[in-house]
């Protein structure tokens, strides 16, 4: 993809009124972290700002060459592992957005350096993993953001606010990166529950919805997305 491409031009650039910043967006998974970065992005974009967009390269759910929300919203990104990889690229960008933050293990280093250029950085990650602990050194970015929010997804047990993310399944490894087909959001008393994907199925049998493992990750999420009324609804039928 070309530099080019990945460019919103605007058609001044006040380098003074921009001392540089750090916007963090954390949360569970499916709390629209990275709905909401895409937001931000775009509203810098519409004031001419230049964009760049950066995704994790391993994370390939929905696409290859740009960050996705879970329903399906494509915008273009470059990708990588290391964010030291595309220091190179920055130069000629306003505005920096980080999608799966806690995935890079330079990220604090990366956005101190960026903000210290005077770009605003804004990042958007899991401030925990499924154990519910620390999810790499992205915390350590907390006391040098100028600004911090927490979303909260529904959980997808009893629809309550859920903070934290759970995990199905058995395996122990941190950084599994999947979808509704391995994770579900989760409150702090379903957080503790042992649920299984077995569980789950029968639970989305209960709800008359149709069971994890008979679907893909697209299905799933699609169906996720759906109000408890809508299935109350349809149920009816």
Request: aromatic share 8%; with cysteine.
């Amino acid at each position: 993809m070309s530099l080019d491409k990945l460019l919103i031009y605007r058609q001044h650039s006040y380098p003074h009124v921009n001392n540089g910043q750090i916007q963090l967006i954390f949360g569970p998974m499916f709390s629209g972290k990275t709905t909401e970065l895409l937001r931000r992005i775009t509203r810098y974009s519409f004031a001419r700002y230049k964009c760049l967009l950066i995704k994790y390269e391993k994370d390939i759910r929905y696409s290859n060459n740009g960050v996705s929300t879970h329903d399906q919203r494509v915008h273009e990104a470059v990708a990588c592992t290391v964010l030291r990889d595309v220091k190179h690229l920055t130069k000629e960008f306003d505005v920096i957005g980080v999608d799966e933050g806690q995935f890079y293990p330079d990220v604090v280093q990366f956005c101190e350096e960026m903000a210290g250029m005077k770009k605003t950085v804004i990042v958007a990650a899991l401030d925990g993993d499924f154990q519910r602990k620390p999810f790499g050194n992205v915390i350590d970015l907390v006391p040098l953001a100028e600004s911090v929010i927490k979303l909260s997804a529904v959980c997808m047990c009893c629809y309550g606010e859920a903070s934290f993310t759970k995990r199905l399944g058995s395996d122990t490894k941190v950084e599994i990166i999947g979808g509704a087909d391995k994770y579900m959001a989760a409150c702090r008393g379903c957080h503790k529950k042992q649920i299984d994907v077995v569980d789950y199925i029968n639970l989305s049998k209960e709800e008359n919805r149709q069971p994890l493992a008979s679907i893909d990750n697209r299905q799933l999420t699609r169906g996720i997305f759906r109000t408890k009324e809508s299935v109350a609804i349809n149920s009816t039928m």
